[in-house]
């Protein structure tokens, strides 16, 4: 069974950064995808960022100039790394691995920005 399981969630003041890891359970290059996802209070779940095995990245518009994903194959783990974060940044985020559209997603890692 895949595990994904994140790390480094917190509270920061707006502008701060914060650093989200997530060590996956299996080999990182047995997906098409690994990456980020959130969930704000009362929205749906949304799309950060993600990577494929090609190392092409997704972003959304909002983590554009501001969040870089990354992954270290040698020990699975996939990193978000996120800076100028604002209040609107708030929410619960969630690391994502996808094979052949089946998603496996990790318990989830509270993101507060404080205003």
């Known amino acids: 069974q895949v595990q994904l399981v994140e790390s480094g969630g917190g509270l920061v003041q707006a502008g701060g950064s914060l650093r989200l890891s997530c060590e996956v359970s299996e080999n990182i290059f047995n997906f098409n995808t690994v990456g980020w996802y959130r969930q704000a209070p009362g929205k749906e779940r949304e799309l950060v960022a993600r990577i494929n095995v090609g190392g092409r990245t997704d972003y959304a518009d909002f983590a554009k100039g501001r969040f870089t994903i990354s992954v270290d194959a040698g020990v699975n783990m996939v990193h978000l790394q996120m800076n100028g974060l604002k209040s609107e940044d708030t929410a619960v985020y969630y690391c994502?691995?996808?094979?052949?559209?089946?998603?496996?997603w990790g318990q989830g890692t509270q993101v507060t920005g404080s205003q």
């Open positions: 994502n691995a996808n094979r052949l559209s089946r998603h496996y």
